[in-house]
T-cell receptor, first 111, second 114 residues
């Protein structure tokens, strides 16, 4: 049973427009949510996170929104750049400090 | 500026062979982790070590063993490799195993078992 789901395997966006990546979860006890970015042949790198007590966190072009009632979070990238093309994983942290990852969404930003 | 270093980067094994994947971090982190990534399934936790001297099972531990050799090094062993263990393996570390401590990942070991 997948506790963290990214239902869109891929997303294509024009350079300069907004990219919105979505993630759903089932366990209301998750403490923290994180987004990681992964380029081919590299390990995931941490991008941005949000505590379960907040509903928004912003860092430059990246904003994460958390809707606890819907058990849904999203990552907004504005404006999108070709260098943002990568696979994005959302992850939820349980009370034991362990991460549960979604399947990933491959973002392609076209010039 | 190495961060988390994994060796080897690639390996091909025959069914039944044994193999140890090595991981070392130079960030003085207390917690270390091993994940596997399979197509369409994201990353799944195999084993973790919250601190030097401790190890615990994650979501998919069967067929694997780990050793936390010291604070820097955390190895993953396949005693008798099976084709189902073909995957990309990632090692990660974090300062401590609590919220708001992002994990730092190595670049992975691509393992194929024939």
């Amino acid at each position: 049973d997948q506790q963290v789901k990214q239902n869109s395997p891929s997303l294509s966006v024009q350079e300069g427009r907004i990219s919105i990546l979505n993630c759903d979860y089932t366990n209301s006890m998750f403490d923290y949510f994180l987004w990681y970015k992964k380029y081919p042949a590299e390990g995931p790198t941490f991008l941005i996170s949000i505590s379960s007590i907040k509903d928004k966190n912003e860092d430059g072009r990246f904003t994460v929104f958390l809707n606890k009632s819907a058990k849904h979070l999203s990552l907004h990238i504005v404006p999108s750049q070709p260098g943002d093309s990568a696979v994005y994983f959302c992850a939820a942290e349980n009370q034991g400090g362990k991460l549960i990852f979604g399947q990933g969404t491959e973002l392609s930003v076209k010039p | 500026n190495a961060g988390v270093t994994q060796t080897p980067k690639f390996q091909v094994l025959k069914t039944g062979q044994s193999m140890t994947l090595q991981c070392a971090q130079d960030m003085n982190h207390n917690s270390m982790y091993w994940y596997r990534q399979d197509p369409g399934m994201g990353l799944r936790l195999i084993y973790y070590s919250a601190s030097e001297g401790t190890t615990d099972k994650g979501e998919v531990p069967n067929g694997y063993n780990v050793s936390r050799l010291n604070k820097r090094e955390f190895s993953l062993r396949l005693e008798s490799a099976a084709p189902s263990q073909t995957s990309v393996y990632f090692c990660a570390s974090s300062e401590i195993q609590v919220s708001n401590q992002p994990q730092h990942f190595g670049d992975g070991t691509r393992l194929s078992i024939l």
